[in-house]
């Protein structure tokens, strides 16, 4: 019936702007129909709907500006984010029932309420469009035996051209619950014969919806109008109302919608000449090129239409418009569409030393993300990234790890003036302050005052550290005086001694190299693996048994730059698995190739979920291989896999995987093996804090947190 455009006022206020057809503004009907929906849009009031800033339906082209609402259609939140939990359902679905409420007490039937047009904010939800909304009663806009509406969220009466009354817009509630809460409508896709008769004959598909929202759903989508209930009874089976409707969204739908609220301004109009006005005093502009649709601006940042809501004068400005016969670019046009949005939060932090080491590995335990950055130890919260804590030096640890539900780090000296300092030590410390809790063991002939140290791994019996003696140099410098071990200590299960249980000299370090000698660890069984620097850039996976030091069996990995192996082994019982100019598994027996891909594509260290190896590889971006057999199971679809990054494991969810690629991190669905969301950024390692369900990225200087899903 009309463009629906993202406009300014001549006073600043962002709002949508919705234009008629030329071609059907000669028609009265039509005519009747755009003021009726503006009427209805005053109806359902601007907490349940846009507010209506203005229209004239009588204008030459009649227009409607309402308010413009920061937040994604329905359909789009569940197509980039999948189905939403059942809380969300729940909140989404008693809001609604308020809204049709508002709508019903006047007397006025919606009829058309699909995911499309609703959109969701962080208030709650808003009903939208309201072209076929009518007086309940009235149908002297309707043909009579016309089925008029969008047949996947018609109600039976609605199908078959009868009486939609409130009822039908319950049943029409339930059918977008559904898809809230499965991604897909009651009565499947199809052609719109097909679907009307399922609405009519067929029984909704309930299959995917949570199991206590099954009958309630049921109940709605009875084909009888009287067996459903009223939206007041169904609010009340949905939700108690208790809360914030924004602490019942999933944190990637929230960060969405903070997204479009900075979106809005980020381009700035240009004024252009204002068009002539029209006989009635209404604004008649006319762009340049093609007019995208509101949801293309929301979805690609198409084109900005910036309009006075009251006629005193119109600009329009376009950064991007494809013409409808074809001129947009593939991805605009591609039936696949991403959403690109924004982070949940960032933390700058002081990485003067740390990050020239690699060491800013943020690590969660106990609801605190804690992240060495050189001379501080900070705890951050995982909902804000706000600071909870930090620790300086004298009580804090240069290097922390987190094990078996402890936090443990080692200490250093950054300010003494000897250069020769006291001996190392490993502690445990409280992830909730950031106090050391207990002295775990004492590194004879070592200088603690070196920033070379190492915590490499921990089980619940032992401790793995490298680390040295000889007087301190400058930061982050070695000296070929300094020796360096490689050691193994008793610490029990926080009541250990510190026994020393072997020690194994390490290679000296040429003067002023920064090169530490582990880039990753872990014991495996009775094999503690390693991947070491035996001399500066050159990588050997040196596996050791875990309990004497011995070296158990040792080759060469060729790898161009070894600090893409910071981020972790992937490894299981049997196997190890490493990237480079092919995927590998290793026997930890005896270091043999077990399987091996070809040559065709280099991949980057890969991490091991549920017997699959995920990795990125050249020209192919997300992968996933059978760890047993090195079968490719599937690869990244539909993707620009140019700037896939190869130098970071992907970080895996139970429903994405993440991985960098050019500047945005990729969320790939492990379903449909397809980008479904991306996000802006300069991280260059990126880590899982599986408890509050984020992706931690790490440059040199912020750390920002994204949704895991």
């Not at 004879?444 to 019996?461: I, P, W, Y």
């Not at 893409?564 to 490894?571: E, F, K, N, T």
């Amino acid at each position: 019936m009309g463009t629906v455009y993202v406009a300014r006022s001549a006073g600043g206020r962002t709002v949508a702007l919705k234009t008629m057809y030329a071609a059907i503004a000669t028609d009265s009907a039509a005519r009747t129909r755009f003021r009726l929906e503006a009427d209805a849009a005053r109806v359902i009031g601007e907490q349940f709907g846009a507010r209506v800033m203005d229209a004239d339906p009588l204008a030459e082209t009649p227009w409607l500006a309402t308010e413009y609402v920061l937040g994604p259609p329905l359909d789009e939140a569940v197509e980039a984010g999948g189905p939403l939990p059942e809380q969300s359902v729940r909140a989404l679905g008693a809001a609604l029932c308020s809204a049709l409420g508002q709508l019903h007490r006047s007397d006025v039937v919606h009829r058309d309420l699909k995911p499309s047009n609703i959109l969701v904010t962080a208030y709650g939800p808003k009903v939208i469009d309201f072209g076929i909304a009518r007086a309940i009663g009235d149908d002297r806009l309707t043909r009579a035996g016309a089925a008029v509406g969008t047949p996947a969220f018609m109600s039976p009466e609605q199908a078959t051209g009868q009486e939609h009354d409130a009822a039908g817009d319950v049943f029409a509630l339930a059918g977008v619950l559904v898809y809230a809460a499965t991604g897909r409508g009651p009565f499947g896709h199809g052609q719109a014969a097909d679907l009307l008769y399922r609405v009519r004959y067929a029984e909704a598909d309930l299959s995917g919806v949570p199991a206590a929202l099954v009958p309630v759903l049921a109940q709605c989508l009875a084909k009888e109008p009287a067996e459903r209930p009223t939206t007041a009874q169904l609010a009340a089976q949905l939700h108690d109302g208790k809360g914030e409707f924004a602490e019942h969204l999933p944190p990637e739908l929230l960060a969405d919608i903070g997204h479009r609220a900075a979106g809005v301004w980020r381009s700035m109009p240009q004024r252009l000449p204002a068009p002539a006005v029209g006989p009635q005093g209404a604004v008649g502009a006319t762009a340049v090129g093609a007019r995208p649709s509101r949801r293309r601006f929301l979805a690609v940042g198409g084109a900005l239409a910036v309009a006075a809501a009251a006629g005193g004068g119109a600009w329009w400005w376009q950064e991007r418009a494809a013409a409808r016969s074809g001129g947009g670019t593939a991805a605009q046009d591609s039936a696949h569409r991403t959403r690109n949005i924004g982070p949940l939060w960032t933390y700058a932090f002081d990485s003067s030393v740390a990050s020239d080491f690699g060491l800013v590995a943020p690590q969660a335990i106990g609801g605190v993300i804690v992240v060495p950055t050189g001379y501080v130890t900070e705890g951050l919260s995982p909902a804000s990234g706000a600071r909870k804590w930090e620790a300086y030096p004298g009580e804090h640890g240069w290097q922390t790890l987190v094990a078996g539900g402890r936090l443990y780090w080692l200490l250093i000296k950054a300010d003494t003036d000897s250069g020769i300092g006291s001996a190392v030590t490993l502690q445990t410390a409280d992830p909730r302050n950031g106090k050391a809790v207990r002295t775990l063991a004492r590194f004879t002939s070592t200088n603690d005052e070196l920033e070379t140290h190492q915590l490499l791994c921990v089980t619940d019996r032992a401790a793995y550290v490298a680390v040295g003696n000889g007087k301190y140099h400058e930061v982050g410098y070695f000296t070929p005086a300094q020796t360096f071990t490689l050691r193994a200590v008793d610490i029990g299960t926080g009541t250990g001694t510190g026994k020393p249980l072997w020690s194994k000299p390490l290679p000296t370090r040429p003067d002023e190299s920064k090169r530490l000698h582990f880039l990753a660890a872990k014991v495996i069984g009775n094999r503690l693996v390693t991947l070491q620097e035996v001399k500066e850039w050159t990588v050997h996976v040196v596996v050791r048994d875990a309990s004497t030091g011995a070296v158990l069996w040792e080759r060469p990995y060729g790898v161009d730059d070894p600090d893409i192996l910071r981020g972790g082994i992937a490894a299981d019982s049997d196997h190890l698995y490493l990237g480079g100019s092919r995927l590998w598994a290793l026997r930890l027996s005896d270091g043999s190739v077990a399987w091996q891909t070809s040559t065709e594509h280099a991949y980057g260290p890969p991490v091991l979920k549920a017997g699959v190896l995920y990795a990125v590889g050249v020209g192919t971006g997300l992968t996933a291989v059978d760890a047993r057999s090195g079968k490719v199971l599937w690869t990244e679809q539909g993707g620009e896999v140019g700037e896939a990054s190869t130098s970071w494991p992907p970080v895996l969810g139970t429903r994405y995987a993440y991985y960098k690629n050019g500047t945005l991190l990729r969320a790939i669905s492990l379903s449909n093996h397809r980008t479904s969301l991306t996000y802006q950024t300069s991280g260059k390692q990126f880590y899982a804090d599986a408890d509050s369900q984020l992706v931690l990225s790490v440059d040199r200087q912020y750390l920002t947190a994204y949704p895991l899903r």
